[in-house]
């Protein structure tokens, strides 16, 4: 291999270091917005899916990509929590 392509090759590297960092930090928040959901619903005794997508929408951002995932799996979580 030329000199080139192996520097290359290490800067990548960090490359993949520094998007796997930030994916492994962005699955933790996702995984705490989930507990907390999960919590919530357990608390409130919610049962059913719209009563689940109405605390959804009380208790997080309004912009919240996560949000908007936890929405579309509304039904498993339910299912899980009831």
Same mark, same amino acid.
């Given at each position: 291999?030329?000199?080139?392509? @192996? $520097?290359?090759? #290490?800067?990548?590297?960090?490359? @993949? ?5 930030? $994916? ?5 928040? /996702? ?9 919530? #619903?357990?608390?409130?005794? +919610? ?5 689940? @997508?109405?605390? $959804? ?12 995932? #936890? +929405? +579309?799996?509304?039904?498993? /979580?339910?299912?899980?929590? +009831?």
């Amino acid at each position: 291999m030329k000199p080139s392509t @192996i $520097l290359f090759m #290490l800067e990548f590297d960090q490359c @993949i270091r520094h998007i796997y960092f930030d $994916l492994c930090q962005y699955i933790n928040i /996702i995984s705490d917005k989930f507990k907390y959901f999960v919590t919530h #619903l357990h608390q409130n005794c +919610i049962n059913n899916k719209s009563d689940a @997508i109405d605390i $959804l929408r009380k208790i997080y951002d309004k912009n919240s990509y996560i949000k908007c995932k #936890l +929405i +579309i799996y509304v039904d498993n /979580i339910v299912y899980n929590v +009831i």
